[in-house]
């Protein structure tokens, strides 16, 4: 039988709910297609950094590095205090391994309603891939010296030949297993260095892949068109700063941000990938129980795809909607199903 490693970070707030949550369903779908889990659980997150003075220990890369994947809920301080750099602890294992695709589908499952009015299922289904490594968020180069006498804080932006390469090839053959289309959202029009360089490459990268369309798109034009025009999408290549924006646009118009999964992929799997919800630590509804699972959950189907359990994954999102469609929902959607009832649901869709 098949036996995946997997390391479960939890983290803080209602990690603490979802995930396990999230494992009883990715139980039930190893049952259903043979094959094992095995799991380590791990205390790293805000609530470490409170009583340790970090977010993980000094080995925990190392210690990640054996695992066929990590399995995350949320970090996140900002119920006591906003200032700590959480975010920080999981761009750290983003980089460290290579994961420079950060995958985030946006659908609207049957059985929900969409804040755009009108707009069905068929109509929103589509993938944001993010560059997940370099850009803007590369912390380097920066300058700070707001008591210099011209007051002056700098960013800088760093995009790599490789970089925009290898994530423009996992999006272009992400295409062709969809609706072929690419989607290059930029905005070369006034970042004239680094993102006309950026386009220039993934322009260079489609004409290896004549059967899929590219398209440009400014990230001002996009943002509108994901309200007007989700079904005009299929799969959206974009860089660090922008993707983090759109993914949560995303979550928004698929009804609520406890909905979005993801995951940061290393496509090679030289090193484990990590799946998350797009969403945070949720402090202010932590250990109610009410947290919507789904997010979770599905970002549980895509690191099985991941791993190449492709139909325990179909199989996964396919019994989320179902149990929409049978009018469950949690709070945040306006139903009353609690965390774990939620999940003992789609457990008994799967089993169906
Ligand atoms: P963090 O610093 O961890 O990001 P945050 O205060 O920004 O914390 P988020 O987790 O980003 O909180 O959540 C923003 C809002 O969305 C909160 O009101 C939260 O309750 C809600 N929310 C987030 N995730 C879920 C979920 N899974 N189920 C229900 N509501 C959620
Ligand atoms: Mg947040």
Do not use: C
């Not at 799991?39 to 950094?49: E, H, I, L, P, S």
């Not at 602890?89 to 589908?105: G, H, I, L």
């Not at 589509?126 to 804080?153: D, K, M, T, W, Y």
């Amino acid at each position: 039988m098949k036996t995946y490693r997997l390391a479960i970070v939890p983290g803080d707030g209602i990690g603490h709910e979802i995930i396990p949550a999230a494992l009883t369903v990715l139980e039930a779908a190893a049952k259903k297609f043979n094959f094992k889990l095995v799991y380590t659980f791990y205390d790293w997150g805000a609530g470490r950094y409170l009583r340790e003075g970090a977010f993980m220990p000094e080995d925990g890369l190392d210690t990640l590095k054996g695992f066929d994947a990590v399995f995350f809920g949320a970090v996140g301080l900002t119920a006591v205090d906003d200032t700590l750099p959480a975010k920080l602890y999981t761009f750290k294992v983003r980089t460290a391994f290579q994961q420079y695709v950060n995958y985030r589908p946006v659908k609207l499952f049957k059985g929900l309603e969409s804040p755009l009015r009108n707009k069905t299922s068929q109509e929103i289904d589509f993938v944001v891939i993010r560059e997940n490594n370099e850009g803007e968020f590369v912390q380097s180069g920066a300058f700070f010296r707001p008591e210099s006498p011209e007051g002056l804080a700098t960013d800088t932006s760093i995009f790599t030949r490789k970089g925009i390469e290898r994530v423009a090839h996992f999006a272009f053959s992400l295409a062709r297993k969809r609706r072929k289309k690419v989607t290059n959202v930029t905005k070369s029009n006034t970042l004239i260095h680094s993102l006309k360089y950026w386009d220039a490459v993934i322009s260079e990268v489609g004409e290896q892949y004549k059967d899929v369309t590219l398209e440009k798109m400014y990230i001002d034009n996009a943002s509108a068109n994901f309200i007007l025009h989700p079904e005009y999408f299929d799969v959206i290549l974009t860089t660090n700063l922008f993707g983090d924006i759109l993914s949560d646009l995303g979550g928004g118009i698929m009804g609520s941000l406890g909905l979005g999964g993801s995951g940061n992929i290393n496509p090679e799997k030289e090193f484990p990938s990590m799946f998350e919800p797009i969403h945070g630590s949720a402090p202010d509804i932590a250990g109610k129980g009410i947290a919507n699972p789904v997010g979770t959950i599905w970002s549980g189907a895509l690191l099985l795809e991941h791993l190449g359990e492709t139909a325990a994954a179909g199989d996964i999102v396919g019994a989320i909607e179902a149990v929409f469609q049978q009018g469950i929902k949690t709070v945040d959607l306006g139903g009353t199903a609690r965390t774990e009832e939620f999940a003992e649901q789609v457990i008994q869709a799967l089993n169906q």
